[in-house]
């Protein structure tokens, strides 16, 4: 094995959530909807398919052929919009194994990601896509194992459902945990069972507590937490690290750079997720990161 395959690396493609958002406001965290990829020694995870997932389709085009294991929490709009413009899909000898949740209406994972290609939505259908495409059906609270990479899921809070993993490696575990809302009086067991202990913490930070509560424009049941209530997590989980995720589109640089010095003055160990950043994990004892 190589030394690159020796390590667990976590790769930011896009961090914002709801809606893209480029221009000048948003250059230092980025504008591009959820896309979170995970090197995880020879395995390649690519979790939700935001307009990240663009991004990070050109990039592989360079070691073509390409294998990588798709996982989503969920289809809302800003989570699935890159994969019809994810090249690597389109190109035969490629292989992608993709997960996801059935819905609450019973559609399956294929079938989403096929109606949101068909017409009037978009000029070609799913199966315009040459690479080799298997779905699968994620049991909810159940466990996939890629290689010696263990994958969890969890259900989250969010309208419409959705679910968080939690992949662990060889004594190495980061939780992704997205689009989720927190309860009024309790922290969400299902949060805190995903989040134990791990080496990094990606959770959904999308509002704070004065937006989430807000008497105009309160953002109560849009399926979101505040970094106030991600720190709560952290602290009680133990985590050794975290990164807030799923910017809210009207965040801009500055707004982020004055949360962030807010989230460190009470949990040195947050950081903000931002667009085309890595963090590197090495196994068991001899473990290590970096924010790159």
């Not at 480029?22 to 591009?32: D, K």
């Not at 509002?207 to 505040?226: F, L, M, N, R």
């Not at 991600?230 to 050794?240: H, M, Q, S, T």
């Amino acid at each position: 094995m190589s030394e690159q395959q020796e390590r667990f690396k976590v790769t930011f493609w896009g961090v914002r959530g709801s809606i893209p958002c480029p221009g000048a406001e948003t250059v230092r965290y980025g504008g591009n909807t959820p896309c979170v990829e995970m090197q995880v020694g020879s395995e390649r995870l690519i979790f939700d398919g935001g307009t990240g997932l663009r991004v990070l389709g050109q990039s592989m085009m360079s070691q073509l052929p390409v294998e990588a294991n798709f996982f989503f929490t969920h289809t809302h709009w800003d989570h699935i919009q890159g994969f019809p413009f994810f090249t690597p899909a389109f190109i035969p000898g490629n292989r992608f194994n993709i997960y996801g949740a059935i819905a609450p209406n019973g559609a399956t994972i294929k079938q989403r990601h096929h109606d949101q290609m068909l017409h009037p939505n978009f000029p070609v259908p799913l199966q315009i896509m040459q690479a080799d495409l298997k779905f699968h059906n994620l049991t909810i609270g159940g466990k996939n194992y890629i290689g010696d990479v263990v994958i969890e899921n969890a259900k989250l809070n969010h309208p419409g459902e959705a679910v968080g993993y939690r992949v662990s490696w060889r004594g190495v575990s980061v939780a992704y945990i997205t689009d989720t809302e927190h309860f009024p009086d309790h922290l969400d067991k299902n949060v805190l069972h995903l989040a134990d202990n791990v080496d990094l913490l990606i959770i959904d930070a999308c509002y704070t507590d004065e937006e989430y509560h807000s008497p105009v424009a309160s953002k109560k049941g849009w399926g979101h937490s505040t970094w106030q209530e991600c720190v709560k997590v952290a602290k009680a989980a133990n985590v050794k690290s975290m990164a807030l995720f799923h910017h809210d589109p009207l965040h801009t640089d500055e707004f982020l750079d004055d949360v962030l010095v807010q989230v460190q003055a009470v949990y040195p160990q947050g950081q903000m997720a931002i667009e085309g950043t890595s963090i590197e994990f090495l196994p068991v004892e001899s473990q290590s990161s970096s924010f790159a």
